[in-house]
């Protein structure tokens, strides 16, 4: 198999989302911590040498740099037969709310809770632009996860990976208490939570933390 080395800051979703799925695949990684909050991956220095797009995570396997979650998360599934679907239906649900959630849910949770908690003067105005647009999105997710036990069905997959990535983190980074506001979602990170192997964003990724300002 593979050896792989994930570059990553522990606040980081989209990070978790690659070391949950090889975590749960049983896969181990070398993990490099990146100083995002130090600017680092701005610099034309880090672009040239890691990722041209200038974002963490970039998973390295066997020496080759991956970037852009989803795809990754779609290459390991395929790869490990986990987590990615058994029929052309299922595959397509999983990229239709993976799309979603990139569009949608991480897109916009991300830039709120990391203005919210990790800046010291965020815009109020913009918060509760945001907000709304998350109230909305989460509404959508607690009626999914009302009617199944995760998002496309019966079992888990890395749509459920990507999706509660963002939202698993302590309430006071995202501002939600989920088992008062949202209770089907809050049901459903407890499933996840429960899955065999699981483990948090900071279990799995140690390191030098952002300033945490709320």
Not at 5 to 23: D, I
Not at 36 to 43: L, Q, S
Not at 190 to 206: C, D, F, N, Q, V
Request: net charge negative.
């Amino acid at each position: 198999m593979p050896s792989y080395r994930l570059h990553y800051f522990p606040e980081s979703g989209n990070s978790f989302k690659l070391a949950l799925m090889l975590t749960l695949c049983g896969e181990h990684f070398e993990g490099v911590w990146t100083d995002f909050g130090g600017g680092v991956t701005r610099t034309p220095e880090w672009r040239a040498a890691v990722n041209e797009m200038g974002e963490i995570p970039v998973l390295e396997e066997d020496g080759v740099r991956l970037t852009q979650t989803a795809p990754i998360l779609l290459r390991l599934a395929d790869r490990y037969g986990r987590f990615g679907g058994e029929t052309p239906e299922e595959r397509n649900e999983i990229l239709r709310w993976l799309f979603w959630d990139n569009h949608k849910l991480t897109g916009t949770m991300a830039t709120y809770r990391f203005l919210r908690t990790f800046t010291p003067t965020p815009d109020p105005q913009v918060l509760a632009f945001l907000r709304r647009r998350i109230d909305d999105y989460l509404g959508i997710l607690e009626q999914k996860v009302a009617a199944a036990a995760f998002v496309t069905g019966d079992k888990p997959t890395i749509a459920d990976f990507s999706m509660h990535a963002y939202l698993h983190f302590p309430s006071d980074e995202h501002g939600y208490d989920f088992a008062a506001s949202h209770p089907a979602i809050h049901a459903w990170l407890g499933r996840l939570a429960a899955l065999p192997r699981y483990k948090t964003a900071y279990e799995l990724l140690p390191g030098k933390r952002l300033v945490h300002y709320t």
